[in-house]
Each structure stands twice: as structure tokens, then as C-alpha cells.
């Protein structure tokens, strides 16, 4: 029997996603609150594997068991044996040929940029921050050169074990809130530390150190080089995951908006 589950999380403490020898990350605290419901080890796949201080909204993800519980059980149970910055939203009994990583068509970020001269106290974990004022037109139509399908080697890490550099964008646009700015991403799937770095080269758009058609220029140089320094972790949430409508998965809306 296969077990989707929504999953939120506050990164902060955690050394990334994906299962750790020192057993800090957050998917060793999914898979040993899931065991104590199962009674036997378990071991979860997800849709998406954040980095260490990355949170998420709604992560996806999928386990295979032959213990039968009601699907209350994977939610409060499961929840009872967890850390509280970590919540399972929802579980659904899926098709054996689903997969929570392979099945899904698109994931979706966004990145919460606190703009002031001082950083925030109380969001330093929850946001990134800029000193100097940033432009939001600017950056939108720097964001729209972003759209579409490109070769994003200029926003690769040089550790990205991705076969190919090339992904589709659907959405990349920003909006202020206040001293917020809320940048959002939509592709079928992304390199490994592509967001940090086009919020980087957005921000360097915004403080007015170029124009909008830099985003441009860097793409066609695929050169990570000459790119802006990635952008810190704290601001990046994982929002939500796209799956064909024959899953039957749960819709779950989720957004920033609720933080600023």
C-alpha cells in the first residue's frame, strides 16, 4: 500500500531534506515519526529535496506500507512523534505506480526578501534581507525574461548533478508587500540552487546595478561565473508540487502571504 502525505517545515534547524548520517535532517524525523505509526522502518520519497535552512509549505512525498491505519492516523498520529516545526497536512492512499517525485509535473517556490537599511529579529530565519532599496518594476521585468524554457547554467551550482541545464519556466514574477518583497517561481522542475541564484541577479537588477536585460545577458553567457553570489537559504519556501488530477491528491493552496 502506497501513502502520499502534504508535509510543511521550518527549515531552520534542520541540515536540509534529505536523510543524514547525523540524523538531522528532516526527512530521518518524517521516517522515524512514520515508523512508530507503522511499527516497522520506513523509508519516504519526496518531491522535492531542500537545502539546509529551506522551508516548505507544502513538500509531498510518499511511503509504502502493510499496516492499515486510518488516514487520521498518518496525520495526527504521525504528528504526535514529530518535532512541532514539522506538520503533516494530509495523507491519501494513492496508486501503486505513483510517485511523488517522478510523478509530479511542476514545483513551485517563492522567496521572501525583507528590504530595509537593519535586518529583521524577528524574521532572520524566515526571510532573506536587503539594506538598499529595491525597485519592484525593475525587477519584475527583469523576472519575465526568466519565463520559458532556457539553458540556466548561469544560475547552476557548481554542485548540481542535474544531466541537463535546461527547464521550463512557468511563472516568475515579484510583488511588494510593505517592506516585503515576495518573489514567485513555477517550472517543471529546478537546478540545484537555481531560485537562490535568480533572486541574486534579481536583487542586483533592483539596487539598480543593471538593467532588466542583464537577466539576458547572463543567460545566454551560461556562464555561473559571472553571475551574482547565491542569495541565503532562509527566504526560500517550497509552496507547493503539480500532479495530474488522476492522483486524487488533496489541493492545498499555500502562500506567503500569511507571514507578511
Keep these: 500500500m502506497k501513502i ?12 536540509g531534506w534529505q536523510s543524514q548520517s547525523s540524523g538531522q535532517a528532516v526527512q530521518d524525523a518524517l521516517e522515524l515519526a512514520i515508523a512508530a505509526i507503522a511499527q516497522h522502518d520506513i523509508r519516504v520519497h519526496a518531491a522535492g529535496r531542500t ?9 509531498v512525498v510518499h511511503f509504502e506500507t502493510n499496516t492499515h491505519r486510518p488516514m487520521t492516523a498518518w496525520v495526527r498520529g504521525v ?13 491519501h492512499h494513492v ?6 517525485r517522478f510523478s509530479a509535473f511542476s514545483r513551485s517556490y517563492q522567496y521572501l526578501v525583507y528590504n530595509a537599511p537593519v535586518a ?15 525597485d519592484e518594476a525593475l525587477m519584475a521585468k527583469a523576472a519575465s525574461y526568466l519565463v520559458g524554457e532556457h539553458d540556466f547554467s ?6 548540481c548533478q542535474a544531466k541537463s541545464p535546461v527547464r521550463e519556466i512557468q511563472i516568475a514574477h515579484v510583488r511588494q508587500v510593505g ?4 518573489f514567485n517561481f513555477s517550472a517543471n522542475a529546478f537546478l540545484h540552487h537555481q531560485v537562490r541564484n535568480m533572486i541574486g541577479a534579481l536583487v542586483y537588477v533592483g539596487k539598480g546595478a543593471n538593467p532588466p536585460e542583464y537577466i539576458q545577458d547572463l543567460l545566454q553567457q551560461k556562464d555561473r561565473t559571472l ?4 542569495f541565503s537559504p532562509n527566504g526560500l519556501y517550497l509552496t507547493g508540487v503539480g500532479y495530474d488530477e488522476k492522483w486524487g491528491l488533496p489541493e492545498h493552496q499555500s502562500n506567503l502571504q500569511v507571514l507578511v
Excluded at 4 to 15: H, I, M, N
Design 4 to 15: 502520499a502525505l502534504g508535509l510543511s517545515y521550518d527549515g531552520t534547524s534542520f541540515c
Design 51 to 59: 537545502d539546509t535552512g529551506v522551508h516548505a509549505l507544502n513538500q
Design 79 to 91: 504528528n504526535a512523534h514529530l518535532p512541532k516545526t514539522v506538520r503533516v497536512l494530509w495523507a
Design 95 to 100: 496508486d501503486d505506480a505513483f510517485h511523488a
Design 120 to 134: 529583521s529579529a524577528l524574521m532572520a530565519d524566515k526571510a532573506g534581507w536587503f539594506h538598499l532599496p529595491l
Design 154 to 159: 548561469a544560475f547552476r551550482a557548481s554542485s
Design 179 to 182: 517592506c516585503y518583497f515576495i
Design 227 to 230: 553571475s551574482p553570489p547565491t
